[in-house]
């Protein structure tokens, strides 16, 4: 029988991933009982406290066994840390040093939302891509600079470590494992009883662009704020950079490395973060918005936007308008 660990840190975390994957892990083990094998996963709450209040004390969670007790387990789930991370991170040394080892002596780890950043301090995604809640990206690149984050991206996984967007995408990431660890069948039964979209890939559609600026280069706020206050234009960035007397490579390579896109991508993402805006709140047509956000080419408009996400702009107007829908 496999061991499945689900940790309880010490500080402020969210109880729904926790007992969301417990939950469903235990349906996948009796699903496979009625199927006539044996449970795949003992499973266990761990931590390195013998309990755990949360939510002002509204619940307490009191983990099963302390992190000392498991010299091996199979897989380890790090739930999310509730946007508390940076005072989590300090109050959970030994539970990342555990995470560590265990990795190294052949367990794999999946991280939920903000559990990315316990995960991270661990020095085990150095490298590797990783993806977390879209809102804490900033907070992110700037605390682990050499982890390649993609929050379009709903899981990662790579050489054993798994990790997710934000929020309750955690059980899509859940219904993943369960496929990877039982099998399709599992899955898609475990994604029946829950009511679970299966294989969703991204949480583009989700993500609210407010711009990257939790950096120090007041040359390239300069320049974002140039770009969200000139919507209709096709900026010139050879203009926007002489304007800022900065020389062009200078510019984007001082931009890239502040905001991690390029001055063009930054663009398209406020352009397209307008034109969201714009068909969840009105009832103006496809040119109208197209227009307004400075595209005079449907086609381009259109590959844009289903590039940022995941949607077309119909699509998009389609579900988060239902007025504009009817008229």
């Not at 309880?8 to 009796?30: D, Q, T």
């Not at 959970?92 to 990315?116: F, M, R």
């Not at 406020?270 to 709140?281: G, L, N, P, R, Y």
């Amino acid at each position: 029988m496999k061991h499945l660990t689900i940790l309880v840190p010490n500080g402020e975390n969210n109880l729904s991933s926790m007992v969301g994957s417990y939950k469903i892990f235990l349906r996948a083990n009796e699903y496979w009982k009625k199927l006539g094998k044996k449970e795949l996963f003992k499973i266990e709450l761990a931590g390195i406290s013998k309990k755990v209040e949360l939510y002002d004390g509204v619940f307490t969670v009191k983990p099963h066994v302390h992190i000392s007790e498991i010299k091996k387990t199979n897989l380890i789930i790090i739930p999310s840390l509730n946007h508390n991370y940076y005072d989590t991170v300090k109050k959970n040394q030994p539970l990342i040093d555990w995470i560590e080892h265990q990795y190294k002596n052949g367990a794999e780890v999946a991280s939920i939302c903000t559990g990315a950043f316990l995960l991270a301090s661990s020095g085990l995604l150095n490298g590797k891509v990783c993806s977390t809640h879209w809102s804490v990206a900033d907070n992110f690149r700037k605390m682990f600079p050499e982890i390649d984050l993609q929050t379009d991206q709903l899981i990662t996984d790579e050489n054993g470590i798994y990790t997710n967007g934000g929020a309750y995408s955690f059980l899509n990431l859940i219904i993943y494992l369960i496929e990877k660890y039982f099998d399709r069948q599992t899955a898609i039964f475990c994604a029946k009883v829950f009511q679970i979209e299966i294989d969703r890939e991204s949480q583009s559609i989700f993500t609210i662009f407010t711009g990257q600026k939790i950096h120090g280069d007041d040359m390239v706020k300069k320049a974002q704020n140039y770009i969200e206050s000139h919507l209709q234009e096709k900026i010139s960035f050879e203009d926007l950079s002489s304007r800022l007397s900065v020389g062009r490579r200078n510019f984007d390579r001082r931009f890239i490395k502040a905001t991690g896109n390029t001055p063009l991508e930054y663009s398209q993402r406020v352009k397209i973060e307008s034109a969201k805006k714009a068909f969840e709140t009105s009832r103006k047509n496809i040119n109208e918005v197209m227009y307004e956000v400075g595209y005079n080419d449907v086609k381009a408009f259109r590959e844009v936007f289903r590039k940022i996400t995941g949607m077309s702009p119909l699509e998009y107007r389609a579900r988060y308008n239902k007025e504009a829908l009817i008229s």
